[in-house]
């Protein structure tokens, strides 16, 4: 799956009034309000193969309220070179095993099959997230604003925090997502990270 987003690092700013005022600016109705957490563990090899090809294998245990928690393992591939947008193959899968352990000896053991070294956690992240969508149920703008801790996995106390404004295509084109940008930049003069959590945390935590 082709995914188009872009990340811009912010201050703490009011999310709810920012959208009202962005959903004027293009034209496009409030559909749907969200908020919840993710726990993310980003694997990789010990010499960060992912890493340094620009892509990322992440599994993520989404809290979710009364129900059972939802795990995912997400792997994505760069796939085009744009000066602002982040544009990126998706590959999405749920998972139904719930042990930890369980999870990782798999993606070790698909690792060295496809001649890797083993793979291990490099880094973790839990997120805060509130989240909007913007357009129709059919061709949507989805705007996320996450309050990011970056954890070493070996030392808990070595953890970093910044907060992130995130905008992505979900049918409604990459000229609405570098609208929105746009609106965004010009009010508070934040510009765009290409370089995506897992390669900023590790930058950030100097890991």
């Not at 799956?1 to 109705?29: N, Q, S, T, Y």
């Not at 129900?67 to 085009?80: A, G, Q």
């Not at 084109?173 to 003069?189: C, H, N, P």
Request: charged fraction near 30%.
């Amino acid at each position: 799956m082709k995914e188009v987003e872009v990340e811009i690092i912010v201050e703490d700013l009011d999310f709810h009034r920012l959208m009202e005022d962005l959903a004027g600016e293009l034209g496009l109705p409030l559909i749907q309000w969200g908020e919840g957490k993710t726990t993310d563990h980003y694997l990789d090899t010990k010499k960060r193969t992912l890493l340094a090809s620009g892509a990322s294998l992440r599994l993520r245990e989404k809290l979710q309220s009364g129900l059972h928690n939802e795990l995912r393992l997400t792997i994505k591939f760069p796939l085009e070179e744009h000066d602002i947008l982040v544009i990126r193959d998706e590959i999405r899968l749920k998972l139904l095993e719930t042990d930890w352990k369980n999870i990782l000896s798999f993606t070790q053991y698909f690792a060295i099959a496809l001649g890797y070294q083993t793979v291990m956690t490099h880094l973790l992240v839990d997120e805060y997230y509130q989240e909007v969508s913007l357009g129709t149920p059919e061709a949507h703008l989805d705007v996320s604003f996450d309050n990011v801790a970056y954890i070493c996995p070996d030392d808990p106390e070595r953890n970093s925090a910044e907060f992130v404004l995130e905008f992505e295509d979900h049918g409604i084109g990459s000229q609405t997502v570098l609208d929105a940008y746009e609106f965004v930049k010009e009010r508070f003069g934040y510009k765009a990270d290409r370089r995506g959590k897992y390669r900023r945390g590790i930058e950030t935590l100097g890991l």
